[in-house]
């Protein structure tokens, strides 16, 4: 038996043992799960007093307002029931957290469907949705990580979706795999000719010194080829010039891609690059100050916390350099429970907020949200100390 099918069989048992100890568990309240779940993080609640349940998301300015996106998730189970908007007042001279405005819920926006034939039928799994205002289309296009109905986390897809208004809702577009018949921009035609030879029935153990160097060579891009590169945990950053990039996890996992949009924000113009080949980062949250692009990632270890990552570059198309972790303080070896998804930048007031998400996969719509100010020390890096 190969690693890859021992990870596997892992997943499988974990989520089978899960399940058990959950409906082994005495019949208990919502709120009393959560509770238990996270002693340490209150709820936030919407206006109607209700958690807010948008996990995974993005919170981005429009019109004097805050729009937060995030996966609408059920009280069980690991489906999706779409993408839901809160939306709050923005304050003029305070900077805002999660947790001091008054969030009012504006329900499912992009929502998962009844017909059978469709891509985002009911029993699929829509995450980490992030969206952008395209002045050209003047569209809000909403960008998320697609798996299918009953297929587990094996369809690897991007999903699109537009709105002319920030309510929606979504018009659910088309989902794609990026790329598919295209190598690398920074690619030369020794690289792609050396990726060419690389067969993964030629590696079948994973994690061998020589599997390593496969990956890095683009072993699972040259097996992806064809019909496009895999595409998980996910970003957006659209930039000074007005050009968009998805940045996603790739390649198994293994590898972060980052890929240029096309102008409508709709497709990929064929312009990408990797980052961190074999790393394995997930959880791609980036920003961009004086001239430099920040990237903080996690680890892969499902829903479980793990230290967080930090690279930085020049250019979005790299290369980029690894840092320590900037996290700092009790906790910040497994991001203090949480796991990014958004940096939240307030222009005006210059001020910058790490979101996460303390995952409870008992029950991901109680989920906490994490919302940490983002400093500098006197290097320029970014440091991220716990919740207070
Ligand atoms: C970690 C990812 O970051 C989450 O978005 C989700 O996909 C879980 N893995 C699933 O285990």
Redesign the pocket.
């Known amino acids: 038996m190969n690693t890859r099918t021992n990870h596997l069989l892992a997943t499988v048992l974990s989520t089978v043992l899960l399940t058990a100890a959950f409906i082994a568990a005495s019949p208990i309240t919502a709120s009393a799960q959560h509770h238990r779940a996270h002693p340490g993080y209150p709820a936030t609640p919407d206006a109607d007093g209700r958690h807010v349940n948008a996990h ?1 998301g993005c919170v981005i300015a429009h019109d004097g307002q805050w729009l937060w996106y995030g996966e609408a998730r059920p009280e069980r189970g690991f489906t999706s029931l779409g993408v839901s908007l809160y939306t709050a007042p923005m304050t003029e001279n305070t900077p805002a957290t999660l947790s001091s405005l008054c969030w009012k819920s504006h329900g499912v926006v992009l929502s998962v469907v009844d017909d059978t034939a469709s891509l985002i039928q009911r029993g699929c799994i829509i ?2 949705p992030k969206v952008m205002w395209n002045a050209r289309t003047r569209q809000f296009v909403m960008l998320f990580h697609l798996e299918l109905k009953g297929r587990g986390y094996e369809a690897a897809l991007t999903g699109f979706a537009t709105s002319p208004t920030p309510e929606g809702p979504f018009t659910f577009h088309h989902a794609q795999r990026p790329n598919a018949g295209v190598w690398p921009a920074d690619f030369s035609n020794e690289d792609i000719a050396k990726a060419k030879r690389l067969s993964v029935s030629d590696y079948p153990e994973w994690w061998t010194p020589e599997w390593r160097v496969a990956v890095a060579d683009g072993l699972l891009l040259n097996r992806d080829m064809e019909q496009g590169q895999m595409s ?2 996910m970003t957006v950053f659209v930039d000074d010039d007005g050009t968009a990039w998805h940045i996603f996890s790739s390649e198994e996992n293994l590898t972060l891609q980052a890929a240029e949009l096309t102008p409508d924000y709709l497709g990929y113009t064929g312009r990408y690059y990797r980052i961190a080949p074999g790393g394995q980062n ?2 791609p949250c980036i920003f961009k100050r004086d001239g430099r692009y920040w990237l903080i990632c ?1 680890g892969c270890t ?2 479980d916390p793990n230290e967080a990552r930090l690279f930085s570059s020049f250019d979005i198309r790299g290369p980029w350099t690894q840092h320590p972790s900037p996290m700092r303080g009790q906790g910040a070896r497994r991001t203090f429970g949480g ?1 990014g998804t958004w940096i939240w930048q307030q222009s005006a007031l210059q001020s910058i907020y790490f979101m996460a998400d303390v995952w409870n996969p008992r029950s991901l719509a109680a989920s906490r949200h994490l919302c940490l100010p983002v400093t500098f020390d006197a290097d320029g890096f970014p440091v991220v100390n716990g919740p207070q």
Do not use: I, N, V, Y
């Open positions: 995974g995450e980490r998980r945990d997930e959880a996690s499902g829903w796991q």
